[in-house]
């Protein structure tokens, strides 16, 4: 399952706009056959608030599906798994709630995101609980990715967590290779 930039359409009057977000049959057949059992909910005051790369460990891998419901991020999906000719690589999208873009990150992808605005809210659901014990990822600024973050500079904010976590190429990761490649986002 490649990682898919989602664009779903908005119908608008004089009132605003309506959108459908997720309809389970529409998504699969753009090939998401996810079943979601979980939605999450984070909030960021400060422009350049960085969250990830994360990852949960199977047998609680999770696919997501993430969208930006207030304010703007730059998302990015991290080719975790061994043995991919992509591995290593990385798409990224800007998801605001100006453009109601989703991106889907299928199991064995390090997902991450900078805020680019104030006070932004993103919601994505997830197809395996929260697994403490199979939390994983690596750090944002390993130079082996060679991640573009939108930061201006400037350090970005971050938690505890995410400032210890390893390089990418200083761990094994817990995904193997069984499918496609990873795939541009066209834009």
């Not at 389970?24 to 990830?52: C, K, P, W």
């Not at 904010?157 to 190429?169: A, G, I, M, N, R």
Request: aromatic content about 12%; charged content about 20%; overall charge negative.
């Amino acid at each position: 399952m490649p990682v898919k930039l989602i664009r779903p359409e908005r119908f608008g009057d004089d009132r605003g706009w309506f959108c459908e977000t997720y309809n389970r049959e529409r998504y699969a057949g753009l090939g998401i056959d996810a079943v979601f059992v979980q939605d999450n909910h984070s909030m960021s005051r400060d422009v350049g608030t960085l969250r990830g790369l994360h990852w949960q460990a199977p047998p609680h891998a999770q696919d997501k599906l993430v969208r930006c419901v207030r304010g703007a991020i730059w998302d990015v999906a991290v080719d975790a798994r061994r043995g991919s000719p992509t591995f290593g690589r990385w798409v990224a999208a800007e998801l605001s709630a100006t453009n109601g873009h989703q991106l889907f990150v299928p199991v064995g992808f390090a997902h991450g995101f900078v805020t680019i605005e104030p006070d932004t809210e993103v919601m994505y659901k997830v197809s395996a609980y929260y697994a403490p014990e199979a939390e994983g990822g690596a750090i944002w600024s390993d130079p082996g990715l060679a991640l573009s973050w939108p930061l201006a500079g400037r350090e970005p904010v971050l938690s505890v967590k995410d400032k210890l976590l390893p390089t990418f190429s200083d761990q094994t990761t817990p995904f193997a290779y069984g499918g496609r490649p990873l795939e541009p986002i066209e834009p």
